[in-house]
């Protein structure tokens, strides 16, 4: 969701291109190519890889967005580097690439209920009383997204890693 309201915001068009929709475009006077895996989420790191080897880039050069269940609803953490935190989307990429070192914006989802099944959790709806948590968080996002590509990281880490008025990050 946070990508495709960054590719809306940078006028980027998302294509179908085998087995990732993906759209190139300028942000910031920076060449940007925005990418959506749509294997499986714990095969997600063959299509990064791909990607990297036909941009020729390298870990350093990656934003992951991601959901994580430790965060809150609508809280944002940047992190720089680091492991999976249980993700297996993320511990794909990081055993394709051989590395930890790219950056992830980390968008909270909350935790299940008990006994509700994590797969099955996050890949539901948001319930109607977080509509307006979610989406404060998606602009939030493409802003800190775009803080990343401009200030860099750490100036971004700063910034958005930092409770906001309505309690999200």
């Not at 006028?11 to 749509?38: C, K, M, W, Y």
């Not at 050069?61 to 965060?71: C, M, N, P, R, S």
């Not at 980390?106 to 509700?116: C, F, L, N, T």
Request: charged share 25%; net charge negative; aromatic share 4%.
């Amino acid at each position: 969701m946070a990508l495709e309201r960054a590719a809306v915001r940078w006028n980027i068009a998302l294509r179908e291109i085998g087995s990732v929709r993906r759209g190139q475009g300028v942000f910031d006077h920076l060449d940007i190519t925005l990418a959506q895996p749509l294997a499986w989420m714990n095969q997600n790191g063959q299509v990064v890889q791909a990607l990297v080897s036909e941009l020729r880039l390298t870990p350093h050069d990656l934003i992951v967005i991601h959901d994580d269940v430790d965060l809150p609803v609508g809280r944002l953490r940047i992190k720089r580097s680091g492991g999976s935190g249980g993700h297996n989307g993320i511990r794909s990429v990081q055993a394709a690439l051989g590395s930890q070192e790219f950056c992830r914006l980390k968008i909270g989802v909350g935790r299940p209920a008990p006994g509700e099944e994590t797969a099955d959790y996050v890949l539901s709806s948001f319930r109607k009383d977080e509509h307006d948590i979610v989406e404060h968080a998606l602009n939030h996002a493409v802003l800190a997204l775009e803080s990343c590509l401009s200030e860099g990281v750490e100036r971004a880490m700063n910034h958005f890693n930092v409770r906001d008025e309505q309690g999200a990050k």
